[in-house]
T-cell receptor, first 116, second 110 residues
Framework: GAVVSQHPSRVICKSGTSVKIECRSL??????MFWYRQFPKKSLMLMAT?????????EQGVEKDKFLINHASLTLSTLTVTSAHPEDSSFYIC????????????FGPGTRLTVL | DAKTTQPNSMESNEEEPVHLPCNHS???????IHWYRQLPSQGPEYVIH???SNVNNRMASLAIAEDRKSSTLILHRATLRDAAVYYC???????????FGKGTKLSVKP
């Protein structure tokens, strides 16, 4: 099956710093990538949808200037959490879909962000 | 968005079958029924999907009601590794994104 990787798997940073999370589709070209956030014991919440070469579409309530998303190629999308605060601590998960008519999604293993 | 209703939690004994129900009374004709599961501290994993007919794969079976307003994910022999949160999601394909509900937390007892 299609594989999606995320890097780093865990990151701890100080409040006020920026953190970049990478999401890569390893064996397929992902026309669309999605970023989710998951707080403890909660379900996944979609943050934004990004298509290669265009600006991301953010869900309501998600600050586009705080969560910068870049989808520069068909295999890589990045999420940068700018000026991170403790309330940004969460599990960030990306997924990628192909251009097939069915648009099946493949998920990465997630990145655990802890902001001190 | 069409919504699904699942029990919050279920328990099973190891090596016994498990039937995880999902209600989706507002399903539209183009919605596929997807099941994903999420093991602790991992990203969701695809399990199975279907449209109208029952489906089988190496992981599970999906039984879809004739009116498509409900479905059941069947794990034929639960193992400890099947302990996870199982999400039933309606996905129209063209809408692009999956919408996760609360899912069913499955516990498997040895």
């Amino acid at each position: 099956g299609a594989v999606v990787s995320q890097h780093p798997s865990r990151v701890i940073c100080k409040s006020g710093t920026s953190v970049k999370i990478e999401c890569r589709s390893l064996d397929f070209q992902a026309t669309t990538m999605f970023w989710y956030r998951q707080f403890p014991k909660k379900s996944l919440m979609l943050m934004a949808t990004s298509n290669e070469g265009s600006k991301a579409t953010y869900e309501q309530g998600v600050e586009k200037d705080k969560f910068l998303i870049n989808h520069a190629s068909l295999t890589l999308s990045t999420l940068t959490v700018t000026s991170a605060h403790p309330e940004d601590s969460s599990f960030y998960i990306c997924s990628a879909s192909t251009s097939s008519a069915y648009n099946e999604q493949f998920f990465g293993p997630g990145t655990r962000l802890t902001v001190l | 968005d069409a919504k699904t209703t699942q029990p919050n939690s279920m328990e099973s004994n190891e090596e016994e079958p498990v039937h995880l129900p999902c209600n989706h009374s507002t399903i539209s004709g183009t919605d596929y029924i997807h099941w994903y599961r999420q093991l602790p501290s991992q990203g969701p994993e695809y399990v199975i999907h279907g449209l109208t007919s029952n489906v089988n794969n190496r992981m599970a079976s999906l039984a879809i009601a004739e009116d498509r307003k409900s479905s059941t994910l069947i794990l034929h022999r639960a193992t400890l590794r099947d302990a996870a949160v199982y999400y039933c999601i309606l996905y129209g394909g063209s809408q692009g994104n999956l919408i996760f509900g609360k899912g069913t937390k499955l516990s498997v007892k040895p």
